[in-house]
């Protein structure tokens, strides 16, 4: 059973950063591209995402404060992020992308003040 654990999340003030991490099982690292969701309210969106070949794209939410990347040796993805604003607080999940049917527990983000 495929097995994400996310870790990072905590409580920030507006304009802060965070780095989250995501240890992801071999059989997924290795064979799809890599993203970050985040679960609002009512649904949960896209973040950005990481191809095998580094090849990167973002929501437009966060394009250009927020940076993914991965690390081969330790088959974890991390999710840079900067200037963040209350919009940000959420659940952050990894994942594969297109999404497969098994979720982590997340982590949480707060960013107020």
Known sequence: QVQLVESGGEWVQPGGSLTLSCVVPESLFSSYTLAWY???PREREFVAR???DGTTAYSGAVKGRFSISRDDARKTVHLE???LTPEDTAI???NSRPAGDTWGQGTQ???SS
Request: proline share 0%; with cysteine; hydrophobic share 35%.
């Open 92 to 94: 952050y999940y990894c």
């Open 38 to 40: 985040r679960q609002i």
């Open 50 to 52: 990481i191809s095998r």
């Open 81 to 83: 992020m900067t200037n």
């Open 109 to 111: 983000v707060t960013v």
